[in-house]
């Protein structure tokens, strides 16, 4: 049975018309992935990787040339001196501790530029005097809100700024907001106006589901820190775990003494079998965030004809692979996760349904029948079950797996009512 048979014809119209609406932007998309590919590639031809740089260690890890040469490549490909890659980085939200530790000292003030952080990061920066937190360890913070447009208020960033100030924390991706994500232009911006007058201010990017969408990275543009996660874009899919951290030298020792222990730093953590999809995933994220980026701006196509307000709209300058739909009802949000659940190639029988996760603050909804677990650069959906209920769609391994399962889920809300066409 062919997908158009089970999808009513309407529906198919609108795919067709969508996909032909976007074939512009889709040819950007494939000369951004052909000047990245380009870009791994020659990360891994000018260090000479082999076969033995595949294999891993066990133990304390010690001498783990595939380690450090991947750790190598992150830094040359995210424009930092140097680089922490490891499976012993647990997901986004610890590399950007990670960062934020190797920043900051008790008495200092971190000033977030780009509003409120992130979800998971507020439980690091810490909102109660739980043990570990930056609050606990008297570590001031103080929050930019965006200006009403949703851009970066520089002038109040800058006046934030006062003589114990260490740190700006930086959010690329909008995270579970509806706002802009910021370019590379806009970031390189905001990094200018703080370092002209104050040079030795670090200033830390939070790059998640950022990476290889533009062909710059933030450690390109001045960002003295840029930090992701290994389930998101650069492990295209292949890493099974783990996080990076790219950036100065001595920041990134900082971060290594904080990751294992002061003396014995970035020297141990056994790779086990984690090098050869690390470095396999990388030289396919190019391809695999690019398609996923296509997609992304597919599902704004169609999901605006639908009448819905998404965000970025899909003929935007785009720097990440998030594309926010605005559903306006919990039972609308759920209807398009089980649509999509149902087209994943693992768990299609299951139903999400929302629930607390460590470190949200609402119930989430999500969908993900992926290979990794919690995988977001594979097709998933998810957002927390607050008005006006936006669901957040990224990823996918393969472009045509994103239009059959936008297709189906689509279908799937014109069965339950929720689109009437
Ligand atoms: C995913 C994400 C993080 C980190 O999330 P983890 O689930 O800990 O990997 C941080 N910031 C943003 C903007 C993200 O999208």
Redesign the pocket.
């Known amino acids: 049975m062919e997908i158009r048979n089970i999808v009513r014809d309407r529906v198919f119209q609108l795919f067709q018309e969508a996909k032909q609406e976007v074939q512009s932007k889709w040819m950007n998309v494939d000369n951004i992935i052909f000047n990245n590919q380009y870009k791994v590639l020659t990360a891994f031809t000018s260090l000479n990787i082999s076969d033995y740089h595949l294999q891993g260690s066990t133990g304390y890890g010690y001498g783990d040339l595939g380690r450090e040469n991947l750790e190598k490549i992150y830094a040359n490909v995210f424009g930092g001196e140097d680089a922490l890659v490891r499976s012993q980085i647990?997901?986004?939200?610890?590399?950007?501790a990670l960062g934020i530790y190797a920043c900051v000292q008790s008495g200092d003030k971190i000033v977030s530029a780009t509003g409120t952080?992130?979800d998971?990061?507020l439980k690091v920066i810490g909102d109660n005097d739980k043990p570990g937190t930056l609050k606990a360890l008297g570590v001031e913070y103080e929050e930019i809100g965006l200006k009403e447009d949703g851009y970066i208020d520089t002038d109040a960033v800058l006046n934030a700024i006062d003589s114990k100030t260490t740190l700006i924390l930086i959010?690329?991706?909008?995270?579970?907001q509806w706002r802009p994500s910021f370019t590379i232009a806009e970031i390189e911006a905001l990094i200018n106006a703080i370092k002209d007058k104050y040079p030795t201010i670090n200033c830390l990017v939070?790059n998640?589901?950022g990476e290889f969408i533009e062909e710059r990275e933030p450690g390109e543009v001045g960002a003295d820190l840029v930090?992701?996660?290994l389930?998101?874009n650069p492990g295209g899919g292949l890493a099974p775990i783990g996080?990076y951290l790219v950036g100065k030298s001595e920041l990134i020792k900082n971060a290594s003494y904080r990751l294992t222990a002061p003396g014995i730093g970035r020297d141990v953590g056994a790779s086990l079998g984690f090098n050869q999809p690390a470095f396999q995933g990388l030289f396919l994220a190019p391809s695999v965030a690019g398609s996923a980026l296509k997609g992304s701006i597919l599902t704004a196509s169609i999901f605006n004809k639908l009448g819905f307000e998404v965000l970025p709209s899909w003929d935007a300058p785009r720097t990440?692979i998030?594309q926010a739909i605005k559903l306006n009802k919990p039972e609308a949000m759920i209807a398009l996760c089980h649509g999509l659940q149902m087209a994943s190639p693992i768990d299609s029988h299951v139903k999400p349904e929302p629930a607390f996760l460590p470190?949200y603050s609402d119930p989430v909804i999500m969908a993900g029948g992926t290979f990794i677990q919690?995988s977001?650069i594979e097709l998933s959906a998810d957002g927390p079950l607050r008005e006006p209920y936006i669901l957040y769609i990224q990823g996918g391994l393969t472009l045509a797996h994103i239009e059959i399962s936008i297709l189906l889920a689509v279908e799937q809300l014109c069965q339950q009512g929720f689109i009437t066409i």
Do not use: E, F, M, N
Request: a positive charge.
């Open positions: 647990v997901s986004g939200t610890h590399a950007i952080p992130y998971t990061l959010q690329r991706s909008k995270g579970y939070d998640c589901y930090a992701g996660s389930i998101k996080g990440d998030i470190g919690g977001s």
